[in-house]
């Protein structure tokens, strides 16, 4: 069964066909009101035709029939609802196919949540050692007072403790106009597990480009679980990167 959002426009397709199976037309065209609209199990169809239209033939095609539901037309107030599942059923007066009157269920759909997986997000099945993902989720969601939000992880890093890492990047602002700052001398400090002053870095600051900076982080300047990593210069804003090491 698909799934729609509240207020989606709903469009359904339906043939008509005569014993034989070839398509035929109606003894007249469709219109709105020959399809009953129930809401879940209740036998009282939806008291209004607004929102809906028909189109019969649909582009001229013999046969070929296409009805369209607005759901955020609320003249039947309250009608359209999350979570509840609408059956439409074609069910004409005077309108015969090939002689025959019909009654037939031309679709079904529902309102409510539209789930999301992987495949639809990434055009592919994405591998994983089991259970790592669920686990991953689990660990950053699943707590009453999150430690670690988007807010707070945006501009961290995590490394792993005790180990070099090359090209460590950063960027510098201008202390005026906030925009990204070329041509600085930058001066590199580091604050380990909470020490109250900075001491210099191994290494120094070489810059990259369009106020990019990069620096060799050295064993030393990661030995430790957590570090506040300064990097300063003349007319320029300082740079604060917090870091949490991973053992």
Same mark, same amino acid.
């Given at each position: 069964?698909?799934?729609?959002?509240?207020?989606?426009? @709903?469009?359904?397709?339906?043939?008509?066909?005569?014993?034989?199976?070839?398509?035929?037309?109606?003894?007249?065209?469709?219109?709105?009101?020959?399809?009953?609209?129930?809401?879940?199990?209740?036998?009282?169809?939806?008291?209004?035709?607004?929102?809906?239209?028909?189109?019969?033939?649909?582009?001229?095609?013999?046969?070929?029939?296409?009805?369209?539901?607005?759901?955020?037309?609320?003249?039947?107030?309250?009608?359209?609802?999350?979570?509840? @599942?609408?059956?439409?059923?074609?069910?004409?007066?005077? %309108?015969?196919?090939?002689?025959?009157?019909?009654?037939?269920?031309?679709?079904?759909?529902?309102?409510?949540? @539209?789930?999301?997986?992987?495949?639809?997000?990434?055009?592919?099945?994405?591998?994983?050692?089991?259970?790592?993902?669920?686990?991953?989720?689990?660990?950053?969601?699943?707590?009453?007072?999150?430690?670690?939000?988007?807010?707070?992880?945006?501009?961290?890093?995590?490394?792993?403790?005790?180990?070099?890492?090359?090209? /460590?990047? /950063?960027?510098?602002?201008?202390?005026?106009?906030?925009?990204?700052?070329?041509?600085?001398?930058?001066?590199? %400090?580091?604050?380990?597990?909470?020490?109250?002053?900075?001491?210099?870095?191994?290494?120094?600051?070489? %810059?990259?480009?369009?106020?990019?900076?990069?620096?060799?982080?050295?064993?030393?300047?990661?030995?430790?679980?957590?570090?506040?990593?300064?990097?300063?210069?003349?007319?320029?804003?300082?740079?604060?990167?917090? @870091?949490? /090491?991973?053992?």
């Amino acid at each position: 069964m698909d799934v729609y959002a509240q207020n989606a426009v @709903i469009e359904v397709f339906f043939t008509t066909n005569a014993a034989t199976g070839a398509a035929v037309a109606p003894l007249s065209a469709y219109e709105a009101g020959d399809v009953l609209v129930y809401k879940n199990h209740s036998a009282t169809q939806r008291s209004s035709v607004s929102g809906i239209t028909m189109t019969s033939p649909f582009d001229g095609v013999v046969g070929l029939h296409q009805l369209s539901i607005d759901t955020s037309d609320n003249t039947d107030a309250g009608f359209w609802a999350t979570d509840s @599942i609408y059956t439409l059923v074609l069910s004409a007066d005077t %309108e015969t196919v090939d002689g025959v009157v019909v009654v037939a269920v031309i679709g079904q759909f529902k309102i409510g949540q @539209i789930d999301a997986n992987l495949v639809s997000i990434l055009g592919t099945i994405l591998t994983e050692t089991a259970g790592l993902i669920a686990a991953g989720f689990k660990k950053f969601f699943n707590v009453a007072t999150p430690v670690s939000t988007l807010n707070s992880v945006r501009g961290s890093y995590a490394l792993t403790k005790n180990v070099a890492l090359a090209n /460590f990047p /950063f960027v510098m602002t201008d202390a005026i106009t906030g925009q990204p700052a070329p041509g600085l001398t930058v001066t590199a %400090e580091r604050s380990l597990d909470g020490d109250t002053t900075f001491d210099a870095m191994a290494n120094s600051v070489v %810059e990259t480009q369009h106020g990019g900076y990069k620096i060799n982080l050295a064993a030393a300047d990661t030995n430790a679980n957590t570090a506040l990593y300064r990097f300063s210069a003349a007319g320029a804003n300082d740079r604060l990167i917090a @870091i949490v /090491f991973q053992a």
